[in-house]
């Protein structure tokens, strides 16, 4: 009775701390989510029939560029954009915002292809890729008295996100 008793008790434990581990694990979209409806973080969303109405007056205008070429694919394989900044936030509230972005882990299909950190800037950008695509890019600009996170969804080809990162670093 004893040893069926530990065996139940060991058995809860291992439930709970996986329990507890999966609640606690952090990924990018977790965290933006968190914050979005923070009181004065703004939350902005550029949604998909928006850019689809935009994507011919960019396509104009970035063909004539040959110094933005690169842009044109990353906006055709965009479905939206979401800006979050929490610059006009309680000093808490960007301090926990702070805090959980330097625990953000790669988990989840998630994975940090940029990381800059300069004089206390912290620049991260973190994909969730499905084999060769991006499905979420999320650009993180971090420092003391400022916080915007850019998410971009869509179907982005990795060697286009690539070409852009070689071009402007």
Not at 66 to 78: A, D, F, M, V
Not at 86 to 109: H, M, N, P, S, Y
Request: one cysteine or more.
């Amino acid at each position: 009775i004893i040893q069926s008793a530990m065996k139940k008790f060991v058995l809860c434990l291992i439930l709970i701390l996986f329990s507890l581990n999966a609640a606690i694990s952090q990924n990018a979209s977790r965290l933006v989510s968190d914050f979005s409806s923070k009181e004065n973080v703004v939350n902005m969303e550029i949604r998909k029939f928006w850019l689809l109405a935009a994507k011919p007056f960019l396509a104009v205008s970035l063909s004539g560029d040959k110094n933005n070429k690169e842009l044109l694919p990353l906006i055709n394989g965009t479905k939206s954009i979401k800006l979050l900044t929490l610059d006009d936030c309680d000093d808490e509230v960007r301090t926990d915002f702070i805090k959980r972005f330097q625990a953000l882990k790669d988990t989840d299909g998630y994975e940090t292809l940029v990381h800059v950190k300069d004089e206390g800037d912290n620049i991260r950008i973190i994909a969730k890729k499905k084999k060769d695509r991006i499905k979420e890019l999320f650009i993180f600009i971090v420092d003391e008295d400022d916080v915007a996170v850019v998410k971009i969804s869509g179907n982005i080809k990795m060697s286009d996100i690539a070409a852009l990162i070689n071009k402007y670093s």
